[in-house]
């Protein structure tokens, strides 16, 4: 039946759009003008229905070349300016130029795809369209019904159909654009994490180069090693003259031990000390004796004596010991550069520089055994150089590295004791014996055992709080205060004087009284200055002699 609407074969250019899409209008052709022909296309047999009925056509399709040609006339021009990359207008192809192709998107590789479109029509009917063709100056014959469309690359696609597509075709499932994006976005965020982590690997690189000094091993510029010695008069030079004389005591007895320093005196193995020193060992204890190149030695204790505070221990079977030269105490001027050596709270071969502060400091140290026998009268030399117990017994050596004083006793800033509960430091006072007494004392121990004592027959009131030492009433024992027949009752000194002066120099007690006499030896004739019922009188004493303890 004919309803006014093409059928068959030739109906596919005009199928109804999909719903909801706007049909397309057929552009409006004006009336022929006077003298114009309208190209006529004869009719087309519609095999498909099989009725005989002939009908009109839509636009002109190429004819074959057989077919007669009709002159053309002058085609109908659009309502629009063309478009020159020929793109029909929205919605449908126009009368004057087939719809263009569409290309479907390239599946990724490895992607199956459906087999060829050849001969197949779209959901909405539509054969394959021809290549784009370029515009026609005259219509050409319809194609014959019985004439089949070459296969084509191309398929007609329509964005709004919703139909399933034809047998045969397989929808694309894996396209190649999404997933190329994909890895592309995968790619780049991997190059900026490679980016970042170089960055901080960067940095720490830097860092390190900058705090390590790059990653080869540092090695710091030195100073050659230089093979000459020190000036013999450096403190260098004298410690390296003096050290391996100088040993270190380590004594032990039953109640207590200690350690100190010496030195030594000659090559038989006589060793100088203090008595406090060894005193720790008693008659029974023992005495070690390490010299500066670490061999150690027992020592047996020659002689001592503790009012002068000086000892003397001896060494066997030790050879190759060097004596360290002795100097002369008289010679020191106040000012002069001194070396004191010795071991400090144990530590060995301590080397410590200062200079001479004061001479003929008197000073009194001992007397822990509260009867006075131990008390031990010291004219003397005072050095800044550092001295700590442990030093005591050690010498206190001259720019020539000669022996000048032995360091014996230290003023420490409170009454002794350190804040430990032991001794205290060094704060610049240490006294030292003068070698010129230190020698003669040495030498009486080693020949004899024993010390003797330069005296002058008296007994000083030691309560005495006025200046100078002021001769007692009476003896300790009770007797008179003046020896009858010693030095002072032959010099003329009488009970209740106040001596002021020996050989010139002031005297201001009676520890320094005692004090200036030790410092000479018996039988030295002394110049006394002294007061007696108001008046000045001047004296001369010969020193006598008495066995020290």
């Given at each position: 039946m004919d309803d006014g609407k093409p059928t068959g074969p030739e109906a596919k250019w005009w199928s109804r759009p999909p719903a909801g899409r706007a049909t397309p209008q057929e552009p409006e052709v004006p009336p022929a003008r006077s003298g114009e022909v309208t190209a006529q296309l004869p009719p087309v047999a519609d095999e498909a229905a099989g009725s005989g009925e002939q009908h009109t056509p839509g636009p002109a399709l190429p004819a074959p070349a057989d077919q007669a040609s009709v002159v053309?006339?002058?085609?109908?021009?659009?309502?629009?300016?063309?478009?020159?990359?020929?793109?029909?207008?929205?919605?449908?192809?126009?009368?004057?130029?087939?719809?263009?192709?569409?290309?479907?998107?390239?599946?990724?590789?490895?992607?199956?795809?459906?087999?060829?479109?050849?001969?197949?029509?779209?959901?909405?009917?539509?054969?394959?369209?021809?290549?784009?063709?370029?515009?026609?100056?005259?219509?050409?014959?319809?194609?014959?019904?019985?004439?089949?469309?070459?296969?084509?690359?191309?398929?007609?696609?329509?964005?709004?159909?919703?139909?399933?597509?034809?047998?045969?075709?397989?929808?694309?499932?894996?396209?190649?654009?999404?997933?190329?994006?994909?890895?592309r976005r995968a790619g780049v965020a991997g190059t900026v994490l490679?980016?970042?982590?170089?960055?901080?690997?960067?940095?720490?690189?830097?860092?390190?180069?900058?705090?390590?000094?790059?990653?080869?091993?540092?090695?710091?510029?030195?100073?050659?090693?230089?093979?000459?010695?020190?000036?013999?008069?450096?403190?260098?030079?004298?410690?390296?003259?003096?050290?391996?004389?100088v040993v270190t005591l380590h004594v032990s007895g039953?109640?207590?031990?200690?350690?100190?320093?010496?030195?030594?005196?000659d090559r038989q193995g006589h060793i100088l000390t203090n008595n406090h020193v060894v005193q720790p060992a008693g008659s029974s204890g023992e005495i070690s004796v390490t010299f500066s190149g670490g061999q150690t030695a027992k020592a047996e204790l020659v002689g001592k004596d503790s009012g002068y505070d000086l000892a003397v221990v001896k060494v066997t079977g030790v050879s190759g010991l060097k004596p360290l030269p002795l100097g002369n105490s008289d010679n020191v001027r106040v000012g002069d550069p001194v070396v004191a050596i010795g071991a400090p709270f144990d530590l060995s071969n301590t080397v410590t520089s200062g200079i001479i502060s004061a001479k003929e400091r008197p000073i009194t140290a001992g007397g822990e055994s509260g009867d006075g026998s131990d008390v031990s009268y010291v004219d003397a030399l005072q050095t800044d150089a550092p001295i700590n117990p442990g030093n005591s017994g050690g010498p206190l050596v001259d720019t020539q590295a000669r022996v000048i004083g032995i360091?014996?006793?230290?003023?420490?800033?409170?009454?002794?004791?350190?804040?430990?509960?032991?001794?205290?430091?060094?704060?610049?006072?240490?006294?030292?014996?003068?070698?010129?007494?230190?020698?003669?004392?040495?030498?009486?121990?080693?020949?004899t055992g024993k010390a003797t004592h330069p005296v002058i027959g008296v007994s000083l009131d030691m309560e005495y709080a006025g200046d100078g030492a002021r001769v007692g009433?009476?003896?300790?024992?009770?007797?008179?205060?003046?020896?009858?027949?010693?030095?002072?009752?032959?010099?003329?000194?009488?009970?209740?004087?106040?001596?002021?002066?020996?050989?010139?120099?002031?005297?201001?007690?009676?520890?320094?009284?005692?004090?200036?006499?030790?410092?000479?030896?018996?039988?030295?004739?002394?110049?006394?200055?002294?007061?007696?019922?108001?008046?000045?009188?001047?004296?001369?004493?010969?020193?006598?002699s008495a066995d020290g303890t």
């Open positions: 053309p006339r002058e085609r109908p021009q659009p309502l629009h300016e063309p478009d020159e990359y020929s793109t029909p207008p929205y919605g449908g192809p126009g009368p004057w130029a087939p719809a263009p192709p569409v290309q479907l998107p390239t599946p990724a590789h490895g992607t199956p795809l459906p087999p060829p479109y050849a001969g197949q029509q779209g959901p909405q009917g539509y054969p394959p369209p021809a290549p784009p063709q370029p515009h026609q100056p005259q219509a050409q014959p319809h194609q014959p019904q019985h004439q089949q469309p070459q296969p084509s690359q191309w398929v007609q696609y329509d964005p709004w159909s919703t139909a399933a597509p034809a047998p045969g075709q397989q929808p694309l499932t894996h396209h190649g654009e999404p997933r190329r994006t994909k890895r490679l980016a970042f982590a170089g960055c901080v690997l960067g940095g720490a690189v830097g860092a390190y180069i900058e705090r390590n000094g790059g990653f080869t091993s540092v090695e710091l510029p030195q100073t050659d090693r230089e093979s000459g010695g020190r000036a013999p008069d450096s403190v260098a030079g004298i410690a390296a003259s003096a050290l391996p004389s039953s109640d207590e031990q200690g350690t100190g320093t010496g030195f030594v005196l360091n014996s006793a230290i003023r420490a800033a409170d009454s002794g004791a350190g804040s430990d509960g032991g001794q205290s430091g060094s704060i610049g006072l240490g006294f030292a014996i003068p070698i010129n007494q230190g020698k003669r004392v040495a030498e009486e121990l080693i020949n009433t009476k003896a300790a024992d009770g007797g008179p205060a003046v020896t009858s027949g010693g030095p002072g009752a032959k010099a003329g000194i009488e009970a209740g004087d106040v001596i002021t002066e020996v050989d010139g120099r002031r005297v201001h007690s009676g520890e320094e009284l005692i004090v200036k006499i030790r410092a000479h030896r018996p039988g030295d004739r002394l110049e006394l200055t002294l007061l007696r019922g108001g008046r000045e009188r001047t004296l001369a004493v010969v020193l006598g």
